[in-house]
Nanobody
Framework: QVQLVESGGGLVQPGGSLRRSCEVS????????IGWFRQAPGNEREGVSF????????YYEDSVKGRFTISRDNASKMVYLQMNSLKPEDTAVYYC???????????????????WGQGTQVTVSS
């Protein structure tokens, strides 16, 4: 059974930082794409950042470039999202997800992701 367990959400002031973690278990492939979606109330789920475990290629949504950094530890099957300079518009439920294809074609398209974490609220507010 594949499980993605997330941690690191919470409340932070504008300009602050948070680090999200996602631990993968039960997924046997070494090559896949993993990353983060988010969904704010009334909005569609949007892709935030992704990383390939095959070659380390990273992808970022335009609004988070320069502020968020995704990284992975393949040995421990952990993925991290360092979120700096947070803004109120970053407020959302964040989900970790896996696209099991060895090479991703559309990293930001949610329907290609078969495994999802439970989601954790991130609130940026003063």
């Amino acid at each position: 059974q594949v499980q993605l367990v997330e941690s690191g959400g919470g409340l932070v002031q504008p300009g602050g930082s948070l680090r999200r973690s996602c631990e993968v278990s039960g997924f046997t492939s070494d090559h896949y794409t993993i990353g983060w979606f988010r969904q704010a109330p009334g909005n569609e789920r949007e892709g935030v950042s992704f990383i390939s475990t095959r070659d380390g290629m990273t992808y970022y949504e335009d609004s988070v470039k320069g502020r968020f950094t995704i990284s992975r530890d393949n040995a421990s099957k952990m993925v991290y999202l360092q979120m700096n300079s947070l803004k109120p518009e970053d407020t959302a439920v964040y989900y970790c997800a896996i696209d099991p294809a060895p090479v991703t074609v559309y990293p930001f398209v949610a329907r290609f992701y078969e495994y999802w974490g439970q989601g954790t609220q991130v609130t940026v507010s003063s």
